[in-house]
């Protein structure tokens, strides 16, 4: 597949507005380059169109891999929309190249989830939920697009935000925002054995926490932080140090810049030392 001569403008620029665009810099004395362009050749070939590889011989067009900034080979960028959005340096293994090229390629459903992130930055949670919806839709696989989908959604149907995050393990980076969401649901389905339990103890921080976890059902977030940073500070054993992990979680759902979050997280921290 090596090509002779490229045309930056035609064969990237503007080819990378129809189709990703894989260019892979390379020169034939390069040992390397001759283990990793048969990698991306074959792949290319497998692509059905969804991306496009383009060699550049940096012996041939020095100036193309000057512009480009280019000091060592194999050199791969990726170009979207006219722009360099993925990059990597040497001979990676195949493996490494196949998830190099499912993370960075552009799809519909990561376009929805870049476009929901703008929405909610901008307060609108509903085109957020549309759009989320819409990625999830195109790819089932796509578990960012799944935990912010079900972190807006908790409130209203927690067992659907639950079920939809279950096979989220630990290795994911929003790991924590899952583990928010099932420790709040854990408290939501486990309200009536609590509350024997705190019938039985009838001590003022189980009322207390009772009290957290009934405010929790209601949708009344600050009743339910308030109940819970004072059951912290009389029995932080309570629960298995269940007030200060229904406050994180609670904290987390809601997002740093809610107000609830922002009047009740120094009282919180307060509380732990």
């Known amino acids: 597949m090596n090509q002779n001569v490229v045309d930056l403008q035609k064969d990237v620029v503007e080819a990378s507005f129809k189709q ?8 034939d004395w390069c040992a390397p380059c001759r283990m990793l362009g048969p990698i991306l050749e074959k792949h290319a070939n497998q692509a059905n169109g969804r991306w496009r590889l383009v060699k550049i011989d940096t012996e041939l067009q020095p100036d193309i891999a000057m512009q480009f900034g280019i000091s060592g080979i194999p050199a791969v960028k990726m170009v ?3 722009e360099i959005i993925a990059e990597f340096v040497g001979a990676l293994p195949e493996p490494h190249v196949v ?13 929805a989830v870049e476009k929901a992130i703008q929405a909610l930055e901008q307060g609108d949670r509903s085109k957020a939920q549309q759009l989320l919806k819409f990625a999830i839709d195109q ?12 972190g807006l959604i908790f409130e209203e149907n927690p067992d659907k935000a639950v079920k939809l995050v279950q096979d989220v393990d630990e290795a994911h980076p929003r790991f924590d925002e899952v583990e928010a969401m099932r420790n709040l649901h854990r408290l939501l389905n486990s309200y009536k054995d609590l509350k ?7 001590t003022e921080a189980w009322n207390l926490y009772i009290v957290g976890v009934s405010a929790l059902k209601n949708g009344d977030y600050g009743k339910a932080l308030e109940s819970w940073i004072d059951v912290l500070i009389l029995d932080r054993q309570l629960d298995d140090d269940g007030a200060r992990r229904a406050c994180a979680s609670l904290f987390k759902i ?5 107000e609830l979050t922002k009047k009740y997280h120094r009282k919180f921290s307060s509380a732990l030392f």
Request: charged share 25%; net charge negative.
């Open 20 to 27: 990703p665009i894989v260019i892979d810099f390379w020169a």
């Open 80 to 82: 979207s929309e006219g």
């Open 99 to 111: 998830k190099w090229l499912d993370d960075n390629l552009p799809t519909k459903s990561k376009s």
């Open 139 to 150: 790819d089932g696989s796509n578990i960012d697009a799944k935990i912010m989908f079900a």
């Open 196 to 202: 024997k339990q705190a019938e039985h103890h009838n």
């Open 254 to 258: 809601l997002g740093s810049e809610h």
